[in-house]
């Protein structure tokens, strides 16, 4: 699928970069045109799906950010590295 191909070459403009690299990227011209080009591409690719499948994309993120927060609300969360229990684990 094309869109795992972007996915690629997007994280292929970042893979070697710690994440303070990764937020100035946009500080060097010419690195963060192609950082920006890679988006554009996922973004088209993505929205294209969407399109295909029927689905709003605004709406999924929103679903996905609303269920996060009530399985890992940040007074219990924050600092944690653990995962909330799947619904099909048993306890």
């Known amino acids: 699928m094309a869109l795992a191909g972007e996915v690629g070459e997007l994280l292929a403009e970042l893979q070697w970069l710690t994440p303070e690299e990764s937020a ?3 500080a060097d011209p010419e690195h963060g045109a192609r950082v920006r080009a890679e988006i554009g591409d996922v973004m088209i690719y993505l929205a294209r799906l969407s399109d295909i499948l029927g689905i709003d994309p605004v709406a999924a993120a929103t679903d996905k950010l609303t269920e996060a927060a009530r399985r890992y609300p940040v007074e219990r969360s924050y600092g944690s590295a653990a995962k909330a ?3 099909d684990s048993a306890g």
Do not use: N, R, W
């Open 24 to 26: 100035q990227v946009m």
């Open 85 to 87: 229990p799947s619904a």
